[in-house]
């Protein structure tokens, strides 16, 4: 169908070799898209759950991202190798991730930030780097969920809590990012905790 690949407003767009990488034959529309992506991601929502794991591993990284997507995505957990509208070059992923997770480490062992800004800023980082063709928002708050669980704090609630079209709160989002690209963290860790 023709909306297979409409990206909604804000999304980074799959180019053909991503798109290659579709599994599931029976997709033909981005609702159906939606829901198994979805569908992938609450497995693996249970399957960390239910383990006590280090998030500020690359392997977590790469680990946590195949199992959000294995089931959908040839290419899940496997690092983009080519450049996007959004992310480093792709050449400088790996580098960016290491820096990403040492800063977050020292943070953690430091107390630089309060646990809440920790996860929001490691999140924005993740989303920053854009490692991987898609999926990069939802990875990035998931495992900074898992972050939150290690640090004793509850996972955020990423806008849930107020009601409305999902299309305006992914705005909200966007903009929070936005907002912390241009080192304003405040807007981000209203909209984790709203």
């Known amino acids: 169908m023709s909306d297979l690949w409409h990206e909604p407003t804000g999304a980074t767009p799959l180019d053909p070799d991503a798109r290659q990488g579709l599994l599931p034959a029976w997709i033909t529309t ?3 898209l939606n829901a198994a992506e979805q569908a992938n991601i609450a497995r693996a929502d249970a ?3 239910a383990r006590k794991l280090d998030p500020l591993s690359e392997l977590f990284v790469r680990r ?3 199992r959000m997507f294995a089931e959908v995505w040839s290419w899940a957990g496997t690092f983009r190798r080519t450049n996007t509208n ?3 070059d792709w050449l400088e992923i790996p580098a960016a991730l290491r820096q990403c997770l ?4 020292f943070w ?3 107390k630089t930030y309060a646990p809440d800004e920790i996860g929001v800023r490691f999140h924005h980082r993740l989303v920053a780097i854009h490692a991987f063709f898609n999926g990069n ?3 990035a708050r998931l495992i900074a969920d898992v972050l939150m669980r290690r640090l004793g704090g509850t996972p955020f609630s990423w806008g849930s809590r107020q009601p409305g079209d999902p299309g305006a709160m992914r705005a909200r989002y966007i903009a929070a990012l936005q907002a912390a690209d241009d080192h304003d963290i405040a807007p981000l860790l209203a909209f984790a905790r709203s």
């Open 86 to 88: 959004l992310g480093v």
């Open 47 to 49: 399957w960390v759950r």
């Open 30 to 32: 981005r609702a159906e």
């Open 64 to 66: 946590l991202h195949r």
């Open 137 to 139: 928002g939802r990875h």
């Open 108 to 110: 953690e062992r430091h």
């Open 102 to 105: 040492t800063d977050t480490q």
